[in-house]
Structure formats: structure tokens, C-alpha cells
């Protein structure tokens, strides 16, 4: 959600911050602010409402000068978007906070804070935190000790950078529930919400555990444990450039992501497969042993991961035989549980801080599943770190909010999953070898599907004055309905809901007008004529209707229908390559109607608070 940085360096860092703050902007966000220490003792703020551009016009016009700052990109939730309400946060002109997550007893701590003379000067639960650190700092600790008394009484989430005015040399950093990651430079250290934002300056992090607070100088890092204890955390170097996250010649992040997913998926798949075998070493050295014994999966997700888990439960049960059960993460922390033995609990996030995924597979491994495995894009994420076997989707950077390449990434890596576990279940060779086939297929495939993009250029055309869209789908294409319906309402604001075709008589139907247009997805499989039949429906109410076919499937245009035709791919693999002209369609469309393709509204692309 929201973005932190912060430096401490012997040169300028303000330039440094803002550019972080750039490249936290697909996070989501509402403000943006920064705070330096510009001479000994005096701290200078500036705070815009809007976009990271507004906040540099304002330094430009008053600019900030120091070798100590942080900087923040906030994602309203205590209190609305407003300057006011804009990080940093700064108490009495001595001590400065930015803060991401949520205080869940901040009510409690400013009803005690008033009490002792406190003013708040926002309607946010962060300033209870910059408070709480000045009134330690008033009572005589040092500003490592302020901070550590003040998270000990803080209770939700919370990634910190906290600087004191008193204090020059030092940068204080936080973290429970809220990713945070630190940089190491020559003489100077850095803060961050991920390391893209760190890109420029340094490709060697130190990622924060549960519970760790680090004090950052110019000599070095040094991190202590949830119980007080110096430690020392693994320094990783990231294999990723800082024009890994640049748009190119493309003129949205989303465009570029989708045109990337050939790519995304052949890396996906180096390694994971050899000869025409599933490798299940890819998985974790244990996984072998994990598969051959489970006897059902569960599979815990949210957004367009959960869309990729509905998939995957088509291909689980038909091909393995195991049961599968798939939930919404936010929905499966709350309520009660019934573990059977033997039961494979899988996550999948794009990001690997999706907050409630995180506190999903905590429970799960509290409530004894057999084991835990994490499908994720970000290999120093927390939910790589704490589960028990990791396949990562290796699809890159992905910036814009409506996540395409993650979808078909992850898709493969369920295809892996089920394939690998499959062979466990009575799978034989040649089966295997013919699914293998049809993965190294897949890239290709992709290439096919995105030359349709000025055919499907066109057809957004009739959709840009529309308010509101129905997706049709039936058996595992159903899941790549609702997908394709989330990017829609995602980027060009048209509400957009899916339903199994065979539903349209159970309530969807009174919707269809003129009005109303109707998307389709028409693999050429066992359920086509079933969805021939649905769409007679529509079509004989004066619904207007667009229908992505295989390209061997035979269906008329004529008046009120569009059909565009899509490579035909076996239908094993099929929703992958379905899902790549619908992500195309609301690209489009979302371009016609003028939204903010990356940085859609009220939404943000790692939702790490609840």
C-alpha cells in the first residue's frame, strides 16, 4: 500500500527520495511527502496531496537540502486524502515518522496522549507513533531506545523510518506486519518499502524479519530481534537493474506487462522442467516427500491470485483426483477451520506481502497441514521466507496495478504443481511427456494471442461509452470470465461482473439489453454447444455480444455479435491464452475512456494492511 524511503548519506538525499518516491508510485497512493533534516536541529517538511509530480513542483519552487531524510506515498486509511493527513509525520519540530499499516489501539493511545498535553494535528493513526517516540525521547532514551519502547506498545502493523533532529547520525527503522527492506551503500544506508525504489543506489538489501528494528548510519546497519537480540541478517544482492522497471517503448507499465507474458512464462518454466518431466526438486528439497503423501490441497488467495487458484481446482480434481478447495485469504482467517490430515495448503501472491495471505499461511501452520507451499513473484517476500516449499513465478517486475503477467505466471506454476503431484497419482510417462509438450508450447501460443491486439483495439471502441458489462464462462473458463471482468472495472471504472453461462437464467438475464454487452469465452471443448445455447439466450433478448472463439470453433457474425477468434491451443492450456484478449480489452478500453491505466483509482498493488 502506502511507500516508504529514507536515507542516510554524506551527499544530498532529497533527490534520491524523490526518485524513490517515483518508483514506489505504483503501490498505490493518495499524498506524498518528505521530510530532511536540513541543518543541525532544524527539520524541513514538505506535504502535497496527489501525485509524487505535485510534491517535486514544490521543492523545486522551495527545495530541501540534507544528508538525513524520509519520504512517504500514502494510501488513506485513517483519515482522508488530505495534506494534513500526508507523512511524514513530526512532533513538536524534533522527531519525524512515515509509517505503512494500521495502529489498531491508536484510539486508546491519543485518548492518553491528549491527556498529557499532546495536540494532533491530523486525523491519522500514524501521529500516535511520532508522539509516543518524543515523549521517550523527552524522558531521556536515545532514539533506538524511543522507538523500541514505542513498538513494544503498538498494536497492528507498521513498517517505521523514525529521525530525530537531536540525533544527525542515525536512521531508525521498524518493521512488524509491513514489509520493509534495507539498502547498503559506500557511507550511506537507505530504508524502503521494496527494493525498487532502492534501485538506483544499491542492488545489496538486507531484508527486515517480524519484529526487527535497525539503526542505520553512515558506517553501517545494525538490526535487533522481536526479543531485544542483536542479529545479523543475510545481505542478498538482487539481480534486478534499475531500468528493469522502466516502461520503455510502451505507453502504460501494463502494456509493457502484458506483451512481457511469453517471456514471463519461458522463465517460468527454465528449469522446472527437464526432458519431459516436472522437476518436483523445484519446489524444495522436501517436496518430493510432501507430495507422495498428501491427500488433499487447499489453496488461499485474494484478487486475481484467487482467479488463478479457481483454475488451477478445475485441473487438481480432473487430474490428480484429489480434492481441492480454494477460499478467499480474507474470508479463511475467520472462520473456524477443519484441518483433515494430509492436506497441501498452498498461497499464492504476487507480492508475497498480501496481508491477509500472510496471516492465512500463519494459521495454516499453526492449525498442522502437512505443509505449506508459497506460489509468489518476490523472492525475498515473507511468505517465500516462512513457508515450507516455494515454486517462484520468475514473470519480473510487475508495476501496474492490474496484474496480467503475475495471472499467467501463476497459472503455469499451478500447472507445474498439478502435473508433479499427479505423477504420485498414478500419472504415467507419456501423459506427462504430452503435458510437458504443451508447456514449451505455451510461449508461442502467447505471441499468437497478442497479435490480436489491433483487432481487439477496435472492439474497445464499442465499449468506451458504456457503463456496465457482463462476463459468460463455463467450466474452467469461468475463472478466466471473472478475471477478465476484475481488469475491466479495475482500469476503465465499467461495472463488470462474470457468471457461469449456464446461470444467465437464475438472474443475470433480466440485465440484458441493448446496453449491456456481453463477453464470452468460447474454447472449443466438451462444454461449447452448453455455451452456444446460452448466448441464443442473450441473443434473442437484443443483447450485444462479443465472443472470443478458438479458431476452429464455427459461430456466425452477425447482427448484435462480434466474434474474435483466438489461436486454438489444446484445452488443457487453454485459459491462459484466453486470458491474454481480455486483459488487451480493458487495456483498451481503460486508453478510450482516459483513466489512469497503472495508477487506477482507490486501489493499490500490494495490499498490505487488512
Known sequence: ??????????????????????????????????????????????????????????????????????????????????????????????????????????????????????????????????????????????????????????????????LDTHDPDRL????????????????????????????????????????DIAEITRNGVRIWDRSG????????????????????????????EIFEQPRAVADTLEGRISGARVLPRAFGNEA?????????????????????????????????????????????????????????????????????????????????????????NVPESSLVRESDLVLLTHAGPE????????????????????????RYRGLDAETEKQRVALLRTLPGKLEEALALDATIQTVAEQFAEKRHALFLGRGIHYPVAMEGALKLKEISYIHAEAYPAGELKHGPLALID????????????????KLKSNLEEVRARGGEMFVFADDRVTMAEERGTTVIKVPHVDSLVSPLIFTVPLQLLAYHVAVLKGTDVDQPRNLAKSVTVE
Open 229 to 256: 537480540e542483536p542479529v545479523v541478517r543475510p545481505v542478498r544482492e538482487s539481480g534486478l537493474t534499475a531500468d528493469a522497471v522502466e516502461r520503455g517503448q510502451y505507453r502504460h507499465y501494463m502494456l509493457k
Open 1 to 162: 500500500m502506502c511507500g516508504i524511503i529514507g536515507g542516510i548519506s554524506q551527499r544530498e538525499v532529497s533527490a534520491i527520495l524523490l526518485e524513490g518516491l517515483r518508483r514506489l508510485e505504483y503501490r498505490g497512493y493518495d499524498s506524498a511527502g518528505m521530510a530532511v533534516l536540513k541543518a543541525p536541529r532544524e527539520l524541513k517538511r514538505i506535504r502535497a496531496l496527489g501525485k509524487v509530480q505535485r510534491l517535486a513542483d514544490l521543492m523545486e519552487r522551495e527545495p530541501l537540502s540534507g544528508t538525513l531524510g524520509i519520504a512517504h506515498t500514502r494510501w488513506a486509511t485513517h483519515g482522508e486524502p488530505s495534506e494534513r493527513n500526508a507523512h511524514p509525520h513530526v512532533c513538536r519540530d524534533r522527531c519525524a515518522v512515515v509509517h505503512n499499516g494500521i495502529i489498531e489501539n491508536h484510539e486508546q493511545l491519543r485518548e492518553e496522549q491528549i491527556a498529557r498535553g499532546y495536540e494532533f494535528t491530523s486525523g491519522t493513526d500514524t501521529e500516535v507513533i511520532v508522539h509516543a517516540v518524543y515523549d521517550r525521547l523527552l524522558a531521556g532514551d536515545g532514539l533506538l531506545d524511543a522507538v523500541r519502547h514505542t513498538t513494544r506498545r503498538l498494536e497492528g502493523a507498521y513498517a517505521l523510518g523514525v
Open 172 to 211: 531508525v527503522a521498524a518493521r512488524y506486519g509491513s514489509p520493509l527492506v534495507v539498502g547498503l551503500g559506500f557511507g550511506e544506508g537507505f530504508i524502503a518499502s521494496d527494493v525498487f525504489a532502492l534501485l538506483p543506489v544499491t542492488q545489496k538489501f538486507i531484508f527486515l524479519e517480524e519484529g
Open 399 to 422: 508495476i501496474g496495478v492490474a496484474s496480467t503477467k503475475a495471472f499467467t505466471t501463476q497459472l503455469v506454476a499451478l500447472l507445474l504443481l498439478t502435473t508433479v503431484i499427479g
Open 514 to 529: 441493448e446496453d449491456m454487452p456481453v463477453v464470452a469465452v468460447a474454447p472449443n471443448d466438451e462444454l461449447l454447444e
Open 288 to 376: 518430493e516427500g510432501v507430495f507422495k503423501e498428501i491427500r488433499a490441497v487447499t489453496i488461499v488467495a485474494c484478487g486475481t491470485s484467487f482467479h488463478a487458484a479457481l483454475v488451477s481446482r478445475y485441473w487438481i480434481e480432473s487430474l490428480t483426483g484429489l480434492p481441492c478447495n480454494v477460499e478467499v485469504a480474507s474470508e479463511y482467517r475467520y472462520r473456524k477451520q477443519v484441518v483433515p490430515i494430509g492436506v497441501l495448503f498452498v498461497t499464492i501472491s504476487q507480492s508475497g506481502e498480501t496481508a491477509d495471505t500472510l496471516a492465512a499461511m500463519r494459521l495454516a501452520q499453526e492449525l498442522g497441514y502437512a505443509s505449506t507451499l508459497a506460489i509468489c
